[in-house]
């Protein structure tokens, strides 16, 4: 034991003894050196999962714009730990080595209103890894919360896999060692979603864009027009709205002023919906096709089938895919069974990154997370919810197909959900970017 | 994009929109002449107003109906918000005043959304309305070019109230000299509900006006109180004139700098009232030496 | 404040936050929620003394806690600084320097103006935060990689860590925040600030740059605001973008309300009840999304029935139980004021002039006053000499007032030129005319009525002893050379030094006046102007009053407005009248009482009733 912890100062000739410290949790008051963390207990481990019971911490909005989106994502979650704990068919279908639990543990979760800010979410994440000694993060419904728990991720070293999250930043510059993401992202959108624009509505045409003003609606602006300009798409007006504008009309007037022939819509979540109602009012629905490049869970719902019908979007999953995966079908059917209603993407890609973790950790044999990590990077491939998926080593990022689909008229939907037909699968590989082509340094593992 | 037709569009829906405005500062002003309030639940008063109006459309089917009953509510709740509590505050301090409405605010934002949770809800515009018109080279949604038309008849009507009644003169006597209302001898305490109601009305039938426009959320209002406040602060606290002239200069502002660069239409709205205050601190309109 | 333990608050404070990290843990409380607890702790300090002390009411403190709080990050997290000490100095200068830009806009306006221009103005912060700074602030993703601090003395070596180990480096930081604060609010500046919020105008009127304070207020909270900040990005090792929203500025007004203002510790425990019942509501009770409902309802309910929060509420609560709630009553013989005998206390009028100026000691041309077509005052000239006692008269509404305003600069007069003792001071500022030794004590009592007699005066002598401005924060006030003597000899020449300890509120009436009377004898004026000093006197008062007049006019020149007659004629060596807001008359009592036109327009009125 460093005798020297009653104080606030160390010896460094001490620190040099490195390999004779003890693990830093030990020390009174918590001082610690994270430098001087070389002994193998770091982050939560062992603490966290030396009961019977592991926890995971989950941060989702339930307060403000995104908390529809929120709910639906903590669904997923919920559904995910239950069927873990109950050795479900679907999670042992994903995670083979799954009995109950996960290494024969129970696994529960924690949760918080993340109110969608960045700090809100590190600031509950941060007190689950104290109190609860989580031993898995989780949650976000923007790239900012994702961004930031990454970071929070690697300093704590717990692991974190994020929710919703469609900057390619997540895991480009600002990926980690600790932080995985599985949905799709603005690069894969726009690269999966443009050649079928392309093929469906003809080349040579003109483009305005409705983009929000932060950096995931920049970056997809960017990629939507670099990947358009193979079918000779140009570019006739970019309207950049703030964040969170109740009032698009302005920006619309402009656009149906522009003779643009395609309106491509990048804004997310509350801001898609009203930007989309309020272009309708205008009438500039009627003149231009809407193209929705990362389309937001509940989005059809919410605008209506009339609104939806002939409007193109890339999504990470829509139910209907069920026809050709089984393992959807599985998981629609039990979804729909136990909170009412068909899932969104939200909550499935909620559900597979717990199914996937516990398949990483059941393959580690461990929850020590250098070892889980080491699991996830072998890119070992996995049946999932939709088809074989894997994760990349070197930017932690899950290869997994784009769907490209189009809303139906009303007439020819066939259920009250039936809001779009899936017009084409991408598959992942053919769409990602090579993984350092954003800047991605994943850092240490210890 | 700065083309002639463009530019003629943008004019108008700066227009329409600053009308909305208008109409929404007038009340915050109506309310803290005559009381001496500042009150920062206006925004949630504006959403509270829309939702109203959600129910009760969706209760009679009436898109004219629901304008009428959810008016209606929201006198009440402004009345009954100012018996319970703001009455309460009169001879405290400003800021406490301030407080209060804050909480208030928050605590309205805060019931809607476990009343209705966070999806968005949107009204259709009536029938008669629905559709867009072309005007000349400018096509314009029809149900806007209605709004524009109720916020002016509405801001008529509130300038008959003002300028041409009873308690209008008295409104009018505590904007130009708070002190005066009590020595006319008049029931204050009603005229002091009836005043919040009204203005918790002008805030709320603006909100169901343009429910059909942007779609209902709780947290619909917050933005819409810091344009309100710049909108006083150009026109002038305390002016009802300045609260229309301050909600039609920040129409125009929104709309035409959009045209320019739409990313700054919000930061150009500051700009504005960063230069009135440093040029004319009492707001365009605005009488100085007050507040 | 004990005279006695002068530094117990600053010892409590140590020992509390030493004992927090054993203490606080088996109260269920997690460190990180400590270490953001210290943070809006830190971060209120500033507030409180901008709102609780001084009483602007702020909602665009976000703007200036991000500005230094991005300042810090950006400096870290792109290697321009490797010292994050000297990061967060910079970040906290920063800052600052944004308060004095914004400041200078906002206070341009006061009261629900101010409210509303600092909630413009988080709003475009954040805006410009988000959008076009955003290569600089990260935009919506913020700056991660913020490093924690290391301290290195000698071969020692303490890097700061997460948890408890961040407690320590913020603990210390919210100690020497609260050092520094406890400092100012005891320092002459922050008797001015108490005094701005209790009585802007009167604070001015006694001689204070009320301004110029104000914006010191504003910059103090600012820098404590940019140096939080800092500390935020620091604590989380990411700098978020929502430090810049408005909501952040709501609920630290929120939390400081609750936790109680003008108290430095309120911000802090509001901040540990705001947490805790936010954790407790979502986790304890499950609440999920309703848990701000709650805080909501908490707050308004506060606001109505506890509006001193918490640390307000238990200190009346302490008060109350240890039976020394009510204050002593005026006592019925200490009303018989043993005046202090003249030869004591004489206190002259200082003079700050040139020795060989020999005219008037005031001169008015020509002062007009037009309200809205009305005239108040119509080109009245007025010349008082040194050491004159000067009567003013007239019936009501014959302008005495708006008249009075004018010559001490609190209205600026339509026409017509000032001069006292030889300048020419029309348009200037009330203050300065104070501060040249020109000042009045009102008709209508203009005391600061949260405060003692003693630091009421103290207020006034202040202005006296330091002049327009002086921005001596961090000195004590009782360190102020000559203000104790002062203040002392100016109750005494009042006759309220049995009296210094009682709060305003408690006064009787009679006293009360002589208080206003104090605050303007404080300021040591050549000139006195008194309106009305007899005003709604009981007899006895009026006998006592008439002798402090006496008594205070060696040494300085008076003019009195007055409706008491004979003590006009008892006191004045010449009389002004004033009728229908022109000069009537003017000469010695016997000339005024033998006028024609006085008798018809005012004094016949009086004698036939």
Partial sequence: MDSLAIGALRRRTVLRAGAGLAAASALPFGWSHPAAAAEPAMGTWPAGSSGDTVYVGITVPRTGTYAVQGEDELKGYMLAVEHINAGDPLIRAMSPRTTKGVLGKKVAYVVADSEAKPNTAVQAQSRFISENKVILMTGSTSSAVAVALNKLAQREKVLYVAGISGSNDTTGKDCVRYGFRQCFYGQTAAAALSPVLIKNLGKNKKVAYLTPDYTYGHTVQKSMEEYLKAGGWTTVTDQVAPLGAADYSSYLLNISNSGADVLVNINFGHDAVLSIQQARQFGILGKQTLIVPYQTPFLARDVGADLMAGVYAATDFWWTIQDAYPLAKMFVASFEKKFGYKPEWGAENAYMQFALWAGAVEAAGTFYPPAVIKSYEEGRHTPSLVGDVWWRGADHQLVHPVFIVRGRKAADMKSPDDYYEVLETVPGEGVMQAPDAFGCKLGPYT | MITWPNFVSQVFNGLASGALLALISSGLTIIYGTLGVLNLAHGAMFMLGGYAGYVAYHATGSFLLAVVVGALFMVVVGAVVERVLIRRFYDRPHEDQILLTFGIGIVIVELVRLGFGSLTLSVPPPAWAAGVTPMGFLIYPTYRIVVLAIAGVALALLYLVLYRTRLGMIVRAGIEDSGMVGMLGINIDRVFMLVFGIGAMAAGFAGIVNAPVVSLTPDLGSSILVQTFVVVVIGGVGSFPGAILGGLVAGEILSLTSMVDPAYSEVMLFVVMTLVLVLRPQGLLGVPGRA | ?609
Wanted: proline share 4%; charged share 15%.
């Fill in chain 3, 1 to 609: 404040m004990s005279r006695r333990l002068p530094l117990l608050v600053e010892g409590l404070t140590a020992l509390g936050l030493v004992l927090a990290p054993f203490v606080l843990p088996t109260l269920h409380f997690a460190p990180d929620t400590v270490n953001q607890i210290l943070i809006w702790g830190l971060f209120g300090i500033g507030f409180d003394i901008l709102f609780g002390y001084t009483g602007l009411l702020s909602f665009g403190q976000s703007a200036l806690y991000g500005t230094g709080g991005f300042i810090a990050a950006y400096l870290l997290t792109n290697s321009l600084m490797t010292s994050v000490l000297a990061a967060l100095l910079v970040g906290t200068v920063g800052a600052a320097l944004a308060g004095v830009l914004v400041g200078l806009i906002a206070l341009r306006r006061t009261g629900i103006y101010f409210a509303m221009i600092t909630v413009a103005i988080a709003e475009t912060f954040f805006f410009v935060e988000n959008s076009p700074l955003s290569a600089w602030t990260g935009g919506e993703n913020g700056l991660p990689g913020v490093p924690a601090p290391d301290f290195r003395i000698g071969t020692l070596t303490w890097t700061v860590g997460t948890g408890w180990s961040m407690y320590w480096f913020l603990a210390a930081c919210y100690f020497i925040a609260i050092v520094l604060a406890l400092r100012i609010v005891r320092s002459p500046v922050g008797a001015i600030l108490t005094a701005i919020r209790d009585n802007p105008q009167r604070a001015r009127a006694v001689g204070h740059a009320v301004g110029a304070y104000k914006l010191t207020a504003f910059v103090v909270a600012a820098a404590f605001a940019g140096f939080a900040g800092g500390l935020l990005g620091v604590q989380q090792g990411f700098m978020p973008p929502d430090a810049f929203t408005f909501d952040t500025s709501g609920q630290l007004v929120m939390q400081t309300v609750i936790g109680g203002s003008a108290a430095l510790f309120g911000p802090l425990l509001g901040a540990a009840v705001w947490l805790s019942l936010r954790d407790f509501l979502q986790a304890g009770l499950g609440l999920g999304g309703a848990w701000r409902l709650v805080l909501g309802v908490v707050f308004v309910v506060l606001i109505v029935f506890l509006r001193r929060g918490l640390i307000g509420g238990a200190l009346d609560l302490v008060r109350s139980l240890s039976g020394r709630a009510q204050p002593a009553e005026a006592p019925e013989e200490a009303a018989s004021v043993a005046l202090a005998a003249p030869a004591l206390v004489s206190i002259a009028g200082r003079r700050r002039h040139d020795a060989g100026f020999s005219g008037p000691v005031l001169e008015a041309q020509g002062l007009t006053k037009i309200y809205g077509g009305l005239a108040a005052n119509r080109d009245i000239d007025f010349t008082v000499e040194e050491g004159e006692l000067r009567g003013v008269i007239g019936p009501n509404g014959a302008g005495k007032s708006t008249f009075f305003k004018m010559l001490t600069c609190e209205v600026p007069p339509t026409a017509g030129r000032i001069r006292f003792h030889g300048r020419d001071i029309t348009g200037f500022d009330v203050s300065r005319v104070c501060q040249l030794g020109l000042t009045k004590s009102y008709q209508v009592n203009q005391l600061f009525a949260r405060q003692t007699v003693w630091q009421n005066v103290v207020i006034a002598a202040l202005a006296e002893r330091r002049g327009l401005f002086r921005l001596d924060m961090l000195r004590r006030i009782d360190r102020v050379p000559g203000l104790e003597t002062q203040v002392e000899q100016t109750l005494a020449l009042v006759g309220l030094t049995a009296r210094a300890a009682v709060p305003v509120a408690s006064l009787a009436y009679g006293e009360k006046r002589r208080l206003e009377i104090a605050l303007a004898l404080a300021a040591s004026p050549t000139l006195l102007l008194l309106d009305e000093p007899l005003a709604g006197m009981s007899p006895r008062e009026r006998t006592e009053t008439v002798q402090l007049l006496k008594n205070i006019r060696r040494g300085r020149t008076l003019v009195i407005v007055e409706h008491d007659m004979d003590a006009v004629f008892e006191l004045a060596e010449r009389i002004t009248v004033l009728h229908e807001g022109r000069k009537l008359a003017e000469g010695t009592p016997a000339e005024i009482q033998g006028n024609s036109f006085v008798q018809d327009a005012y004094l016949g009125g009086v004698s036939a009733a």
